[in-house]
């Protein structure tokens, strides 16, 4: 298993939080837009719905352009959207036209759009719809079940207004007669979502709301950021530059994140994480190189003799130095008697460690340790003003 340093996790690590925080801040969300389309599949699409109609006989058509060009006949639909297509089949009149989501308000094209006899179906939050005492999730009778209602708003019907679900709270849905047609409203944007494929009185409600009228139904799609692809007006997708589709996909988000990683990488190639590190070359003695190495040969072959006799003659003439005796080798016992006078030590150890290295025979290693031992000894008694002039040949 391979290890990394701590130089590679720490570069791992801050490649990874960048690609983190990229996600969270250039990630495509799910945009609320998108919340209740009929093509949603989470809990609050309308897929579930959608495909309920469909299954009951009741088809339901995607309307998939601006509203605009449906409430206006005579109104160009690139104003209100540059992309959108030019060419537009309009569905013959009167129709019944279901919107899903926030804030949906009654403008005054749609009002007019109205009143020539289509039904328009509202099923959202509604702006002047107030906070009562009602659970924010609550079970309301209907003639088709309990219908699961998930707000603590309710609505308070004005004199024009007529209610079609309500409890002691207030009203959940109620329509308005406009002109020839009507307008139909229900004040939770979740009444028959995804999340209540349970609650079949839900989708029933809602199938009924849009069927009772007997016109073909169409839902907006275009609310929710779908439109056709059949011709485009200005900047059609054939002449969009490559940039721009990049940054409209999720690859654009692949690609950031690719080259923020390969940034960081080139970064901890070249670059340390902490103060530079100079590296330390090793001297090479090459005396003790070769010390080394003739002692290494000497203990293979047991060649102690060899190491008796030429330390013996070295420490003799340091002796002789530090006693101020030249550099002429001397007799023994004249070594030996110049020693007693000046040290006042006894000439013993002296004695045995130079009587030992002139015998010229092998000792086994305990006895070389001895002899080491006694050569430190003598050493020791020399006097203190000649201590730098000896070498050290432990």
């Known amino acids: 298993m391979m290890r990394l340093s701590r130089r590679q996790i720490a570069i791992l690590a801050i490649a990874l939080g960048a690609i983190i925080l990229l996600t969270l801040l250039i990630a495509p969300s799910g945009s609320d837009r998108q919340s209740a389309s009929t093509y949603g599949r989470s809990p609050d699409g309308y897929g579930a719905w959608y495909t309920y109609m469909q299954e009951q006989g009741r088809p339901v058509k995607r309307w998939q352009q601006p509203s605009d060009a449906l409430f206006e006949p005579n109104s160009d639909p690139a104003k209100a959207d540059p992309t959108a297509n030019r060419n537009i089949t309009r569905p013959k009149t009167p129709i019944t036209f279901l919107r899903i989501g926030k804030d949906l308000e009654l403008s005054a094209a749609s009002e007019a759009w109205v009143k020539q006899g289509n039904v328009l179906v509202l099923v959202g939050e509604v702006t002047n719809a107030s906070v009562t005492q009602a659970p924010f999730t609550s079970d309301v009778s209907s003639p088709g079940g309990s219908v699961r209602i998930a707000t603590s708003r309710r609505y308070r019907p004005s004199s024009d207004s007529t209610p079609i679900l309500q409890d002691s ?94 940034l960081v990488l080139i970064w901890g190639q070249n670059r340390r994480l902490g103060l530079p590190e100079q590296v330390k070359v090793p001297t090479l003695d090459n005396s003790e ?106």
């Open 289 to 394: 190189a070769y010390i080394q190495a003739l002692a290494s040969v000497l203990h293979k072959a047991g060649g102690s003799e060899f190491v008796l006799e030429t330390l013996g003659k070295a420490e003799q003439l340091d002796i002789q130095k530090a006693l101020g005796l030249g550099a002429i080798p001397l007799s023994l016992d004249e070594l030996i008697t110049a020693w007693t006078q000046q040290t006042g030590q006894p000439a013993d150890p002296l004695q045995t460690l130079l009587r030992t290295a002139a015998r010229h025979r092998r000792v086994s290693e305990t006895e070389l340790s001895q002899w080491i031992e006694t050569m430190n000894t003598v050493r020791s008694q020399l006097p203190r003003m000649t201590d730098r002039e000896l070498g050290v040949r432990d």
């Open 169 to 262: 709270f207030g009203t959940v849905v109620w329509q308005k007669t406009l002109g020839k047609g009507r307008l139909i409203s229900v004040i939770t944007t979740h009444l028959a979502a995804n999340a209540y494929q349970d609650f079949r009185a839900n989708y029933e409600l809602l199938a009924k709301l849009v069927t009772e009228p007997g016109y073909p139904i169409w839902v907006d799609e275009y609310l929710h950021g779908y439109k056709d692809n059949d011709v485009q007006d200005g900047n059609a997708a054939g002449e969009e530059n490559l940039l721009g589709y990049l940054m409209k996909t999720p690859l654009s988000l692949l690609t950031i994140q690719a080259i923020a990683f390969l």
